[in-house]
Protein backbone atom coordinates (compact mmCIF):
# COMPACT_ATOMS: atom_id res chain seq x y z
CA UNK A 1 0.00 0.00 0.00
CA UNK A 2 1.16 3.28 -1.03
CA UNK A 3 0.89 5.41 1.70
CA UNK A 4 0.70 9.09 1.52
CA UNK A 5 3.60 10.73 3.79
CA UNK A 6 3.97 14.51 5.06
CA UNK A 7 7.06 15.92 4.43
CA UNK A 8 8.18 18.57 6.44
CA UNK A 9 11.36 20.55 6.10
CA UNK A 10 12.31 23.41 7.86
CA UNK A 11 14.72 25.83 7.57
CA UNK A 12 16.24 27.70 10.41
CA UNK A 13 16.50 31.62 10.72
CA UNK A 14 20.35 32.64 10.55
CA UNK A 15 21.20 36.06 12.31
CA UNK A 16 24.40 37.66 11.12
CA UNK A 17 25.59 40.54 13.25
CA UNK A 18 28.83 43.40 12.75
CA UNK A 19 30.42 44.28 15.69
CA UNK A 20 32.39 47.83 15.43
CA UNK A 21 34.43 48.25 18.12
CA UNK A 22 34.29 51.60 20.30
CA UNK A 23 37.26 54.16 20.11
CA UNK A 24 38.50 55.93 22.58
CA UNK A 25 40.84 58.62 21.59
CA UNK A 26 42.77 60.79 24.69
CA UNK A 27 45.17 63.38 23.93
CA UNK A 28 46.67 64.78 27.14
CA UNK A 29 46.99 68.36 28.02
CA UNK A 30 50.07 70.26 27.05
CA UNK A 31 51.86 73.43 29.20
CA UNK A 32 54.28 74.99 28.03
CA UNK A 33 56.64 76.76 29.95
CA UNK A 34 58.54 80.11 28.54
CA UNK A 35 61.21 81.66 30.99
CA UNK A 36 62.55 84.90 30.00
CA UNK A 37 65.33 86.25 32.66
CA UNK A 38 66.84 89.57 32.62
CA UNK A 39 69.86 90.09 33.76
CA UNK A 40 70.59 92.80 36.80
CA UNK A 41 72.12 96.03 35.90
CA UNK A 42 74.47 97.47 38.20
CA UNK A 43 76.06 101.31 37.69
CA UNK A 44 79.02 102.04 39.87
CA UNK A 45 79.46 105.75 40.53
CA UNK A 46 83.31 106.65 42.23
CA UNK A 47 83.62 109.66 43.39
CA UNK A 48 87.99 109.40 43.63
CA UNK A 49 89.75 109.60 47.08
CA UNK A 50 91.88 113.34 46.40
CA UNK A 51 95.07 113.65 48.52
CA UNK A 52 96.58 117.09 48.53
CA UNK A 53 99.82 117.56 50.40
CA UNK A 54 101.20 121.33 50.43
CA UNK A 55 104.96 121.50 51.07
CA UNK A 56 105.35 124.99 50.14
CA UNK A 57 106.46 126.20 53.70
CA UNK A 58 109.09 123.09 53.99
CA UNK A 59 110.41 124.28 50.93
CA UNK A 60 110.04 127.85 52.58
CA UNK A 61 111.92 126.69 55.38
CA UNK A 62 115.09 125.55 54.05
CA UNK A 63 115.15 128.75 52.00
CA UNK A 64 114.20 127.01 48.64
CA UNK A 65 111.42 129.16 47.68
CA UNK A 66 109.94 129.77 44.30
CA UNK A 67 111.66 133.13 42.42
CA UNK A 68 108.02 135.00 42.35
CA UNK A 69 108.21 134.02 46.23
CA UNK A 70 111.70 135.48 47.28
CA UNK A 71 110.91 138.70 45.11
CA UNK A 72 107.76 139.32 47.06
CA UNK A 73 109.81 138.99 50.63
CA UNK A 74 112.57 140.96 49.71
CA UNK A 75 109.52 143.92 48.61
CA UNK A 76 107.82 143.36 51.93
CA UNK A 77 111.40 143.49 53.92
CA UNK A 78 112.58 146.23 52.04
CA UNK A 79 109.53 148.21 52.60
CA UNK A 80 109.39 147.24 56.97
CA UNK A 81 113.08 148.35 56.91
CA UNK A 82 112.31 151.65 54.90
CA UNK A 83 109.48 153.02 56.96
CA UNK A 84 111.96 151.40 59.91
CA UNK A 85 114.56 153.59 59.23
CA UNK A 86 112.18 156.97 58.61
CA UNK A 87 110.68 156.05 61.61
CA UNK A 88 114.40 155.84 63.95
CA UNK A 89 115.80 159.30 61.36
CA UNK A 90 112.39 160.90 62.38
CA UNK A 91 112.51 160.14 66.10
CA UNK A 92 116.80 161.08 66.05
CA UNK A 93 115.80 164.33 64.53
CA UNK A 94 113.29 165.03 67.14
CA UNK A 95 115.43 164.03 69.51
CA UNK A 96 118.19 166.28 68.13
CA UNK A 97 116.13 169.07 67.84
CA UNK A 98 114.80 169.07 72.06
CA UNK A 99 117.35 171.55 72.90
CA UNK A 100 115.48 172.36 75.76
CA UNK A 101 116.24 168.72 77.44
CA UNK A 102 118.98 168.56 79.16
CA UNK A 103 121.66 166.22 78.35
CA UNK A 104 123.80 164.54 76.09
CA UNK A 105 121.93 163.92 73.09
CA UNK A 106 124.51 162.95 70.53
CA UNK A 107 126.25 160.73 73.32
CA UNK A 108 122.73 158.95 73.64
CA UNK A 109 121.90 158.17 70.23
CA UNK A 110 125.73 156.67 69.57
CA UNK A 111 125.38 154.55 72.63
CA UNK A 112 121.99 152.89 71.17
CA UNK A 113 123.56 152.43 68.00
CA UNK A 114 125.80 149.12 68.19
CA UNK A 115 128.42 148.04 65.91
CA UNK A 116 127.42 144.72 66.09
CA UNK A 117 123.93 143.67 65.13
CA UNK A 118 121.80 141.64 68.23
CA UNK A 119 120.81 137.99 67.07
CA UNK A 120 118.80 135.86 68.75
CA UNK A 121 118.80 132.32 68.75
CA UNK A 122 116.23 129.66 69.43
CA UNK A 123 115.68 125.67 68.73
CA UNK A 124 113.81 124.70 65.60
CA UNK A 125 113.66 122.22 63.17
CA UNK A 126 113.77 122.53 59.14
CA UNK A 127 111.01 122.27 58.11
CA UNK A 128 109.34 123.81 60.84
CA UNK A 129 107.12 121.36 62.87
CA UNK A 130 103.76 121.77 61.24
CA UNK A 131 104.86 123.05 58.22
CA UNK A 132 103.97 120.23 55.99
CA UNK A 133 100.02 120.24 54.99
CA UNK A 134 97.94 117.36 54.28
CA UNK A 135 94.23 117.36 53.67
CA UNK A 136 92.23 114.35 52.46
CA UNK A 137 89.13 113.95 51.02
CA UNK A 138 87.77 109.88 51.55
CA UNK A 139 86.30 109.02 47.88
CA UNK A 140 82.97 107.14 47.45
CA UNK A 141 81.70 104.38 45.52
CA UNK A 142 77.62 104.51 44.92
CA UNK A 143 75.78 101.67 43.40
CA UNK A 144 72.70 101.55 41.55
CA UNK A 145 70.78 98.59 40.88
CA UNK A 146 68.60 97.69 38.43
CA UNK A 147 66.47 94.30 38.76
CA UNK A 148 65.96 92.94 35.50
CA UNK A 149 62.82 90.50 36.77
CA UNK A 150 61.72 87.44 35.39
CA UNK A 151 59.11 87.00 32.67
CA UNK A 152 56.95 83.64 32.81
CA UNK A 153 54.74 82.92 30.02
CA UNK A 154 52.37 80.10 31.01
CA UNK A 155 50.63 78.26 27.73
CA UNK A 156 48.29 75.21 28.71
CA UNK A 157 46.04 72.78 26.09
CA UNK A 158 43.51 71.44 27.54
CA UNK A 159 43.12 67.73 27.45
CA UNK A 160 40.99 66.08 24.61
CA UNK A 161 39.36 63.05 24.82
CA UNK A 162 37.00 61.29 22.07
CA UNK A 163 34.85 58.40 22.56
CA UNK A 164 32.76 56.50 19.33
CA UNK A 165 29.78 53.85 20.77
CA UNK A 166 30.50 50.58 19.41
CA UNK A 167 27.92 49.31 17.28
CA UNK A 168 26.13 45.79 16.41
CA UNK A 169 24.58 45.24 13.23
CA UNK A 170 22.36 42.64 12.45
CA UNK A 171 21.30 41.43 8.93
CA UNK A 172 19.35 38.44 8.77
CA UNK A 173 20.85 35.62 6.36
CA UNK A 174 18.27 33.52 6.27
CA UNK A 175 14.71 33.74 7.00
CA UNK A 176 12.70 30.83 8.74
CA UNK A 177 10.76 28.83 6.50
CA UNK A 178 8.44 25.89 6.82
CA UNK A 179 7.67 23.68 3.98
CA UNK A 180 5.35 21.28 3.57
CA UNK A 181 4.98 18.22 1.11
CA UNK A 182 2.51 15.93 0.63
CA UNK A 183 4.37 12.30 -1.10
CA UNK A 184 3.59 8.65 -1.87
CA UNK A 185 1.01 6.95 -3.18
CA UNK A 186 -2.65 7.50 -3.87
CA UNK A 187 -5.46 7.36 -1.27
CA UNK A 188 -8.39 6.30 -3.11
CA UNK A 189 -10.94 7.54 -1.18
CA UNK A 190 -13.96 5.78 -2.92
CA UNK A 191 -14.68 2.59 -1.08
Known sequence: MNVL?????????????????PVYRFEPSRTRLKLEQKPPEMVLHPTPSKLTIDQR???ADMELKHVFQCIAEAAADG??????????????????????NKGNVIRQLAASKRTLPQHR???????????????????????????????????????????????????????NELHFQ???????TMY
Open 121 to 175: FAYGNVPGNFSLKISFTPGQLNMDWKIGGTSVDVQTTPFRHHYEKGRIFYTMQQK
Open 182 to 188: ITGGHVD
Open 79 to 100: KREALAYIARVTEEGEQLGAIE
Open 5 to 21: RLEIQQKNAKLAWDVQQ
Open 57 to 59: QCW
